[in-house]
């Protein structure tokens, strides 16, 4: 099998040749004066097997992955592997005339399989053209908090409806997990604090799937910094960490973040490419 990488997946895209022992495609990606991509695969594929791994996080990272997928137009079967899926928040038809931004793009990716990894809502998987399979992460992530050796470690989800993601860390490590549950006290009041279990003296690591604008988990921070925590940890598998998020998370008392590299950041001190090769090496 080749591997051919985009170029927001170079880096993701070379671990998981080498994990394989696969042949890695060398492309080029330019853009004209004008603003349009270019892209050209270097490298004979002809009649083999191609995947193509190519996190979609900007629109021209969009744009590139279209065509890298047309590029191999001659393969024998294309795999498509979008790390990051982009505008895979967008899930959902909020007022008459909107898109449903995320069906949009995966009716636009051909290929006979595809797979993402710990996509936003796994129904946006019904609207590839394509055998669509979901990936999850949060077991490396796991592994990486194991290795930290913190004091009587505690992986915290934001919500219930992350709870799986918390557990899936945990699973076989001794990690205990737990979730936040909101509780309104008054009108003007919530109470914020872990379901089950005490955070006092513990170092707790907050686990989501994706940290965005940072605000919710800065005031998480806060908030158990408060309830008398040790240390307090934010991770997540897509570091998409926009604007000041990072300023934001320092701020409130974060002592480190940790990410996986389906998107390439200072904070991707874990990599997705052992999930990958798993699944596309089968």
């Keep these: 099998m080749d591997i051919a990488g985009g170029p927001a997946s170079q880096l993701l895209a070379g671990r998981v040749s080498e994990i394989l022992?696969?042949?890695?495609?060398?492309?080029?990606?330019?853009?004209?004066?004008?603003?349009?991509?270019?892209?050209?695969?270097?490298?004979?594929?002809?009649?083999?097997?191609?995947?193509?791994?190519?996190?979609?996080?900007?629109?021209?990272?969009?744009?590139?992955?279209?065509?890298?997928?047309?590029?191999?137009?001659?393969?024998?079967?294309?795999?498509?592997?979008?790390?990051?899926?982009?505008?895979?928040?967008?899930?959902?038809?909020?007022?008459?005339?909107?898109?449903?931004?995320?069906?949009?793009?995966?009716?636009?990716?051909?290929?006979?399989?595809?797979?993402?990894?710990?996509?936003?809502?796994?129904?946006?998987?019904?609207?590839?053209?394509?055998?669509?399979?979901n990936l999850d992460a949060s077991p490396v992530i796991g592994k990486y908090i194991k290795s930290m050796k913190l004091k009587d470690p505690l992986i915290i989800s934001p919500d219930d409806g992350a709870i799986?993601?918390?557990k899936n860390a945990s699973n076989d490590l001794g990690i205990d997990y737990d979730f936040l549950e909101k509780t309104r006290l008054s009108g003007e009041s919530v109470s914020?604090?872990?379901?089950?279990?005490?955070?006092?003296?513990?170092?707790?690591?907050?686990?989501?799937?994706?940290i965005s604008t940072g605000g919710t988990m800065a005031e998480t921070i806060t908030l158990l910094r408060k309830q008398g925590a040790h240390d307090v940890y934010t991770a997540c598998i897509h570091p998409v960490l926009s604007n000041n998020a990072v300023l934001k998370l320092f701020k409130a008392g974060v002592k480190g973040i940790i990410a996986t590299d389906t998107i390439d950041k200072g904070v991707s001190v874990v990599s997705a490419a052992p999930v990958i090769a798993k699944a596309i090496g089968k």
Excluded: W
């Excluded at 042949?23 to 270097?42: A, W």
């Excluded at 909020?94 to 069906?103: Q, Y």
């Excluded at 379901?195 to 686990?207: C, M, P, S, T």
């Design 192 to 210: 914020i604090k872990p379901k089950n279990l005490a955070v006092k003296g513990r170092d707790v690591i907050i686990l989501d799937d994706i």
């Design 21 to 133: 022992n696969d042949n890695l495609l060398v492309s080029d990606f330019k853009k004209f004066p004008d603003g349009e991509l270019y892209t050209r695969i270097l490298d004979d594929f002809s009649g083999h097997d191609v995947s193509i791994i190519q996190s979609t996080v900007t629109d021209s990272d969009f744009v590139s992955l279209l065509q890298l997928i047309d590029a191999c137009s001659d393969a024998s079967t294309i795999s498509v592997v979008i790390p990051y899926m982009g505008y895979a928040r967008q899930d959902k038809r909020f007022k008459p005339g909107e898109p449903v931004s995320s069906r949009a793009v995966a009716r636009a990716i051909k290929a006979d399989t595809v797979y993402t990894v710990n996509i936003h809502d796994e129904s946006i998987l019904e609207h590839f053209d394509a055998k669509a399979i």
């Design 164 to 166: 799986g993601l918390a």
